[in-house]
């Protein structure tokens, strides 16, 4: 049995799994059952992998910055621009106090698609823009870190939305089951992992007041 290390080789396993000898009718759905799936896995797991940091550039007269496409959930907005690092305190979005004039942001949040921040840029500032990505395979991304080590999730999770497709319970509560121990396995390592590491005080979070309400 030929084994899954791309994203067509994952797309015809779930094509043999699903479908049932002389089925056709799955033969164009494996691409929508693993979109699906990736919709499901980036809301379940919240891996140290996931975690990626962009520059962001912002636009004079402008209190938005466009989020990254594969956006899941936000860590942190630095300010670089005076060549030092400025961690910039989250808010939320309909709480957050907003200035008309130009200036230095010193808060930010989520608003919709974008961030939002507490005045417009009166110059190009850069940021540093600390975030959990989503997985999303395609055919110009073929492979990512979840399905290279952990084939049978991306697999099970696609199978329960061709259970679900095929109108099958039995079909779909089997991959959900497996799907469920999987993800509940790459939890508790991922937390062994975290226990393992020297617990650290960032320097920037030392003094810093309030609450972080996206991270805790």
């Known amino acids: 049995m030929a084994r899954i290390t791309d994203y067509d080789s994952l797309k015809t396993k779930v094509t043999e799994f699903a479908m049932r000898t002389g089925d056709t009718e799955f033969d164009d759905s494996g691409d929508t059952f693993i979109q699906l799936a990736e919709s499901k896995l ?59 004039t130009n200036g230095v942001p010193s808060q930010w949040c989520i608003d919709g698609a974008t961030i939002g921040l507490n005045v417009p840029c009166d110059q190009a500032h850069s940021f540093r823009f600390r975030y959990r990505k989503g997985f999303e395979l395609s055919d110009a991304e073929p492979t990512n870190w979840l399905l290279t080590n952990h084939p049978d ?64």
């Open 42 to 100: 980036n809301r379940s797991l919240a891996l140290r992998v996931m975690e990626t940091e962009v520059p962001l550039t912002g636009v004079v007269s402008s209190a938005s910055l466009t989020l990254p496409a594969d956006f899941v959930e936000p860590f942190a907005l630095n300010l670089t621009t005076f060549g030092e690092v400025t961690q910039l305190l989250p808010a939320e979005s309909g709480s957050m106090a907003r200035g008309l």
């Open 153 to 216: 999730v991306y697999l099970a999770a696609a199978l329960v939305w061709g259970g679900a497709y095929m109108r099958a319970d039995e079909e779909l509560n089997r991959w959900a089951v497996i799907l469920q121990n999987a993800v509940e396995e790459i939890a508790w390592k991922e937390a062994r992992g975290i226990a393992l590491a020297p617990l650290q005080v960032d320097p920037a979070l030392m003094g810093r007041p309030g609450f972080n309400i996206y991270t805790g």
